[in-house]
């Protein structure tokens, strides 16, 4: 994941080692990152920036801990047209009815302003739950 806003930030991501001796892993053993922002197609570079400028503005530093792409737009291999925009948010808090309600807003204000993407999802999460021992492997 590339991390693109940051409230006060509890979370920092996975960390990229150099050398990597198997797929996914650096040398260290450690998830090696896929995606960057400097690998994101100059097509979908709007609806990034889009999105970063969204999500600041319904979230903003009181609720928003920290923003997360992911997917094939920062991994460099997105599709015009066909392929969606992935984001997941660390919140300083447990979602409620109103992050949802302001998430669904700006998934669907993107998916109508940019034919680049083919639908937009967003992830809401505390940044506690994302950051616990249960979590750590897995998001499921």
């Known amino acids: ?5 940051e409230g006060t930030g509890a979370g920092n991501g996975a960390g990229a080692s150099a050398g990597v001796t198997r797929r996914g892993l650096d040398q260290d053993g450690l998830i090696v990152r896929e995606g960057a922002l400097s690998k994101v197609p100059t097509e979908f570079a709007p609806v990034v920036e889009a999105a970063r400028a969204g999500i600041a503005a319904a979230f903003g530093p009181e609720r928003l801990d920290s923003a ?10 997105a599709v015009p047209g066909r392929s969606d925009l992935d984001l997941l948010l660390a919140l300083h808090h447990r979602p409620t ?7 669904d807003a700006l998934q669907a204000e993107l998916d109508a302003r940019f034919e680049q993407i083919n ?5 809401l999460f505390d940044a506690d739950t994302l950051l616990s021992e249960l979590e750590r492997y897995d998001l499921g």
Do not use: C, E, N, W
């Open 1 to 5: 994941m590339t991390k693109i806003v």
């Open 68 to 77: 997360y792409l992911y997917g094939s737009i920062p991994r460099g291999t």
């Open 97 to 103: 009815a109103a992050d949802r309600s302001d998430a």
């Open 119 to 123: 639908g937009a999802g967003i992830l």
